[in-house]
């Protein structure tokens, strides 16, 4: 049974930090690309951040450009995003995603992956 569990949600202060944590089972980690998601209440899921199944590429939407980093532990079938000088507007859900195996287009779809966790609450007050 496949599994992928997002942690390392909470409030933290504009301009503060939180680290992510997006644990995946029971799947081929090291062939797929890993993605984070982010959904604002009232507002569509958007794309946040993805990194490619060797960790070499990466790729960010716009609005988080230079703050955020996403990386992957294969050895640990783990994946992280590490969110510096956060602000209001990040607030969200934040939703880890396991893209299909050896897709590496369009890796900012939500159709280019498979799994999905559950979401962990991220609010930055200001």
């Known amino acids: 049974q496949v599994q992928v569990v997002e942690s390392g949600g909470g409030s933290v202060q504009a301009g503060g930090s939180l680290r992510l944590s997006c644990a995946a089972s029971?799947?081929?980690?090291?062939?797929?690309?890993m993605g984070w998601f982010r959904q604002a209440p009232g507002k569509e899921r958007e794309f946040v951040a993805a990194?490619?199944?060797?960790?070499?590429?990466?790729d960010y939407a716009d609005s988080v450009k230079g703050r955020f980093t996403i990386s992957r532990d294969n050895a640990k079938n783990t994946v992280y995003l590490q969110m510096n000088s956060l602000k209001p507007e990040d607030t969200a859900v934040y939703y880890c995603?396991?893209?299909?195996?050896?897709?590496?287009?369009?890796?900012?779809?939500?159709?280019?992956?498979?799994?999905w966790g559950q979401g962990t609450q991220v609010t930055v007050s200001s």
């Open positions: 995603a396991a893209g299909r195996q050896y897709r590496s287009s369009n890796l900012y779809q939500d159709r280019a992956y498979d799994y």
């Open positions: 029971g799947l081929t980690f090291s062939n797929r690309a």
């Open positions: 990194i490619m199944w060797g960790g070499g590429s990466t």
